[in-house]
């Protein structure tokens, strides 16, 4: 029987990577973004959706769950950037970073939960960054959503596990995606030479281990921040 899972975002470097890798492996895949116009490659169903908006989340999966009859994972890859030093920042870029990328997975994870309940257990990935954890100059508001998850991610895992429900989180750092190749070189450059492994990360590399999480071969992980960062933290 095949998984049924959402992927918020899955338009993206990383979720377009997570679909093919959750499609390979025997799910059925939900996409959840603002744009529908360019359907991931394995993906089953796709729904436009406004996750800053509590009941466009709701609603998107409800749609996913009505389209595979319950829902087992979910995968909340979205995230936007709207950089620049705190003290320029003004509210609409705090907001709408905040918005995207922390509030919506609450919106999603909340209703999805009853969805897992009725289905015995599920598991749910929130793709977050090693910036969540140590900061980034120009990136306040990046860093505090990302870092929101992380607190997010741990207190549903409390709270979920004894319905059969993980909650992790993947902490990547300098992924190659649309987001991050039109960075200046010298910005690109640094994130290679802080890498331990001299490279900057594929999609590919954090979504395989997103198709880790879910899996039942990740049945006792809950409540951990995976860095999938080629040692860029260290």
């Not at 609450?106 to 969540?132: D, H, K």
């Amino acid at each position: 029987m095949s998984v049924r899972a959402l992927v918020s975002g899955g338009s993206g470097g990383i979720g377009r990577a997570t679909v093919a890798a959750l499609a390979q492996t025997d799910h059925l895949v939900a996409v959840a973004d603002i744009q529908t116009n360019d359907p991931p490659p394995g993906a089953d169903e796709m729904f436009a959706c406004d996750l800053a908006d509590p009941a466009a989340c709701a609603d998107a999966v409800s749609a996913a769950a009505e389209a595979f009859g319950g829902l087992d994972v979910l995968v909340h890859a979205a995230g936007i950037t709207r950089d620049g030093v705190s003290w320029k920042m003004d509210d609409s870029d705090w907001k709408s970073v905040l918005a995207v990328n922390l509030d919506s997975g609450f919106y999603l994870s909340r209703a999805a939960t009853p969805l897992m309940r009725q289905a015995g257990g599920g598991a749910i990935v929130f793709v977050s960054s090693i910036n969540g954890e140590r900061g980034k100059f120009g990136q306040a508001n990046y860093a505090a959503s990302k870092a929101g998850l992380h607190g997010l991610a741990k207190s549903l895992a409390r709270e979920l596990g004894h319905f059969g429900i993980r909650v992790n989180v993947v902490a990547p750092g300098m992924i190659r995606t649309p987001m991050t190749v039109s960075l200046p070189d010298e910005i690109q450059e640094a994130a290679r030479k802080d890498s331990s492994l001299g490279r900057l990360g594929e999609p590919e590399d954090v979504a395989d281990v997103i198709a880790f999480l879910v899996s039942d071969a990740a049945r006792h992980i809950t409540g951990q921040v995976i860095r999938v960062d080629g040692g860029q933290y260290l």
